[in-house]
């Protein structure tokens, strides 16, 4: 540790309204980064959820991406689409459809976690083992535990590495596979609240990646703090004119078909060997979702201090949209499970990043903003509460 922890304007940073309010529809709150609410109090994301259900005509949506996959579909035996998978229910989704139902021929491209889990490695096998080639990038292990910690330690969020490998990997191996097509699984920022820019259009435009993915806090950041240009190689994303020159188009599979989290759970358990949990993950009561490494949980956890908004309020928002669950079970849940502090994997945490206890504690708590925070009887508590 480097620098004594001061405060930090969390509010003014991400540009959070003072006055807390939640969706009446569903548990999200106005302080997701980016989110909107309509005037009668319903979150952009339960907005756009009505769009999908009431005017979306999933069969023309078919239509068009059977005519992209036409477009680049080879016939000599080489890859045809990029598909970014963890081995989770999401892209091993995308991978099975795209080559089962739609007679693609996908590399999958996996970027590793940080610290693996023993389910998170099984299920990346299991998924190989159900019919697909597959590339793992890893980084360098002293430059990814340096990089967490100093993300920890700056932006508060150790899993920004983690970010920068996800985000860019799968470009990097678009480029040097020469393949022009990369297919995504659903668009975070429009089915669960943020930038509504693409929620009609199936692309992303590669600029947005430095503003919804690093927190405008590009690889090259980490400079100032003694990374060199050689640690950061496997982070960055490929040069510019040759991802013009690949004619590189970025795609989300949810644009194209109905996007239900639960249902590619299902499906994967089905089809590619993915298992969940034995044990409920921390923060909230799914045993499915980002299952894959020892460190996301901090991720969340400070996603929590930060905005008041944990796990469990992020899953159940879109389990009511998604009508598995009504508003009242998702509010029970937020109010049981909301804010659980990742005690599983702390040790591991603390011994990753090499610091102590006492310094991971100071350094977290400089995240709770005072519009959000109080300290009662010495302990902190949340202002408000959804209800
Ligand atoms: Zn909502």
Redesign the pocket.
Known sequence: MTTPPTPVDVQKRYNLPSDVRF?I??T?SNQRPRISFGEDG??S??QFSDHKKKVIDWDVRDKELRELLDKHRKHDGSYDVVVPVSGGKDGSFVAHQLKYHYGMHPLTVTWSPLLYTDIGRANLHNFIQSGFDNILGTANGKVSRLMTRLAFEHIGDPFQPFIYGQANFPLRMAVQHKIPLIMYGENGEVEYGGDMKNAFRPTRDIEDHDRHYFSGLPPEFWKEYGVTDADLEAYLPPNGDDVRANKTEIHFMGYYKHWDPQENFYYCTRNTGFAPNPERTEGTYSKYASLDDRIDGFHYWLGYLKFGIGRTTSDT?HEIRDGKITREEGVALVRKFDGEFPKRYFKDFLEYCDITEEQFWAFSNRWRSPHLWEQRDGEWVLKFAVS
Do not use: E, K, N, T
């Open positions: 969706c529809r569903c999200m319903v979150c994301a339960c928002a």
